[in-house]
């Protein structure tokens, strides 16, 4: 079976590499094993098909006045929402889901652009 690039099986293992990734070097986060970053990814490739957009829609104009930075903010938020929701994936507090989200989204355009060449 190929993965397409834009598929969302291939966006769930970018997001779980980078998890991965995040994960080891970030501290305040934390996750029990493999299958438990499994499941986060999964669960964030549906918040990120779902709720993103609709978050995205109601913050336009603070995301605007920030000239961008409340994206962050938003980013955060998908990954403290799936640390609540997924047992065994831990996020000690705001900041440092801010931070990890952060890491995560570099980790996550330097793993898609080395796979698409």
Excluded: C
């Excluded at 590499?17 to 499994?38: C, R, W």
């Excluded at 006045?65 to 799936?82: K, M, R, T, W």
């Amino acid at each position: 079976m190929k993965l397409r690039e834009n598929s969302f099986l291939w966006q769930i293992l970018i997001i779980a590499a980078a998890l991965l990734v995040t994960e080891k070097i970030m501290p305040g986060i934390s996750a029990d094993g493999a299958l438990t970053i499994l499941a986060v990814a999964v669960l964030m490739g549906i918040l990120n098909a779902f709720l993103k957009p609709f978050l995205l829609l109601i913050t336009i104009p603070i995301t605007v006045a920030s000239l961008g930075i409340f994206y962050l903010v938003i980013n955060a938020l998908i990954l403290q929402i799936a640390g609540a929701l997924i047992n065994g994936f831990h996020i000690n507090s705001f900041g440092s889901a801010f931070w990890g989200a952060i890491v995560l989204s570099i980790f996550s355009m330097i793993i898609e652009s080395f796979l698409k060449k």
